[in-house]
């Protein structure tokens, strides 16, 4: 069974630090393309960062450029997002993500092939 577990959610003022971390499992997965999302009440689904399981260069949303970080440990079958100098603007519930064989710049809700159960993240002002 396919699973992606998200952890590290919480509230954090802002200007404050989290990391996420995303658990995977059921399946090999050097094929993949892992991302994160995240969702705002009331807004669609975005894209966030991007990276390949194995090699390649990540990308990310020109909002987090600069002060998220994606990194993934293929060890520990494990992604992670870094997020520093959070705004209350990041509040969002954030989903780890899967698509098979898709460039990290073409990562897009409609190309992913599995989605995490997500993680609230709230930054106050």
């Known amino acids: 069974q396919v699973q992606l577990v998200e952890s590290g959610g919480g509230l954090v003022q802002a200007g404050g630090s989290l990391r996420l971390s995303c658990a995977a499992s059921g399946r090999t997965w050097g094929r993949y393309t892992m991302g994160w999302f995240r969702q705002a009440p009331g807004k669609e689904r975005e894209f966030v960062a991007a990276?390949?399981?194995?090699?390649?260069?990540?990308h990310y949303a020109d909002s987090v450029k600069g002060r998220f970080t994606i990194s993934r440990d293929g060890a520990k079958n494990t992604m992670y997002l870094q997020m520093n100098s959070l705004k209350p603007e990041d509040t969002a519930v954030y989903y780890c993500?899967?698509?098979?064989?898709?460039?990290?710049?073409?990562?897009?809700?409609?190309?992913?092939?599995?989605w995490g159960q997500g993680t609230q993240v709230t930054v106050s002002s």
């Open positions: 993500a899967a698509a098979f064989a898709v460039p990290t710049q073409a990562m897009g809700v409609e190309r992913i092939d599995y």
């Open positions: 990276v390949p399981w194995i090699g390649g260069t990540s």
